[in-house]
């Protein structure tokens, strides 16, 4: 395991949890401030480290969109048993999983952060091969050199698998067609200088969420790293917010 890539869990001593979910190729560390603040909060933290991360891509490889959802799950389930009521929060890929947990389980709120429904073309999605021609091939990854921030969170992966990348568009295609089934109140948030997932990705779930509760948060001047952006102060506030609203 990546140093600093453990799963963390902050007791707030009440009642409300809140269940944090890591994004592709990412890591609970990533979480790691915004745990803390909701943790000052009171509320019970646990963000657990998904199948096949903060390891190596040979592992990634052998992990599909279903083992990332058991983790949410198993973590889900370790949450309630400690706390009566449950909110969730997601980035990137962790909001897809947010999304689909709220389809099949009783949660509070749920909060969106640069969720990808449409993947920035400069991404090179276009030169994705058909998953049967990818076998282990990877594409580099470049590394992060951001700076106040748990060190393992600049410790992503320096190579994507190319059967993960398909495993994670088949996760958006599974959530675009389950949104219309959610109905828990939505906090959606994403960074108006996201270069990875499409800002208007927010707009697509917003459009077509269940959900009679439901906001949209554009940061302004921010990318797809919300939790680790210099605007995430302005974030971590709006989160806050909405959960205690």
């Known amino acids: 395991m990546i140093q600093g890539g453990q799963p963390f869990f902050m007791n707030g001593g009440g009642s409300s949890g809140v269940l944090?979910?890591?994004?592709?190729?990412?890591?609970?560390?990533?979480?790691?401030?915004l745990g803390q603040v909701l943790n000052q909060k009171n509320f019970t933290v646990l963000c657990p480290?998904?199948?096949?991360?903060?390891?190596?891509?040979n592992n990634l490889m052998r992990t599909t969109r279903e083992d990332?959802?058991?983790?949410?799950?198993?973590?889900?389930?370790?949450?309630?048993g400690?706390?009566?009521?449950?909110?969730?929060?997601?980035?990137?890929?962790?909001?897809?999983?947010?999304?689909?947990l709220a389809a099949e389980?009783?949660?509070?709120?749920?909060?969106?952060?640069?969720?990808?429904?449409?993947?920035?073309?400069?991404?090179?999605?276009?030169?994705?091969?058909?998953?049967?021609?990818?076998?282990?091939?990877?594409?580099?990854?470049p590394r992060r050199k951001l700076n106040d921030v748990p060190q393992a969170a600049n410790d992503v992966y320096k190579k994507t698998p190319l059967v993960s990348v398909h495993e994670l568009l088949d996760l958006i295609a599974d959530v675009k067609n389950i949104?219309?089934?959610?109905?828990?109140?939505?906090?959606?948030?994403?960074?108006?200088?996201?270069?990875?997932?499409?800002?208007?990705?927010a707009r697509f779930i917003m459009d077509n969420i269940g959900s009679e509760?439901?906001?949209?948060?554009?940061?302004?001047?921010?990318?797809?790293?919300?939790?680790?952006?210099e605007n995430r102060e302005f974030v971590f506030e709006e989160i806050l917010n909405f959960i205690r609203s």
């Open 20 to 33: 944090l979910i890591h994004g592709f190729t990412g890591l609970p560390a990533e979480l790691f401030l």
């Open 213 to 229: 509760r439901k906001f949209i948060t554009t940061v302004a001047n921010s990318g797809h790293l919300l939790p680790l952006d």
């Open 49 to 57: 480290r998904l199948a096949g991360h903060a390891t190596d891509e």
């Open 179 to 201: 949104l219309p089934n959610v109905t828990t109140p939505i906090l959606i948030m994403h960074g108006e200088e996201d270069h990875t997932a499409q800002p208007r990705s």
């Open 105 to 141: 389980q009783n949660i509070s709120k749920i909060v969106t952060l640069a969720a990808p429904i449409f993947i920035d073309d400069g991404m090179g999605l276009k030169n994705l091969p058909p998953r049967e021609f990818c076998g282990n091939a990877c594409i580099v990854q």
């Open 82 to 100: 400690v706390c009566d009521e449950i909110f969730v929060v997601g980035h990137s890929m962790g909001g897809l999983l947010a999304l689909k």
């Open 68 to 80: 990332w959802f058991n983790s949410v799950l198993d973590g889900f389930f370790i949450l309630r």
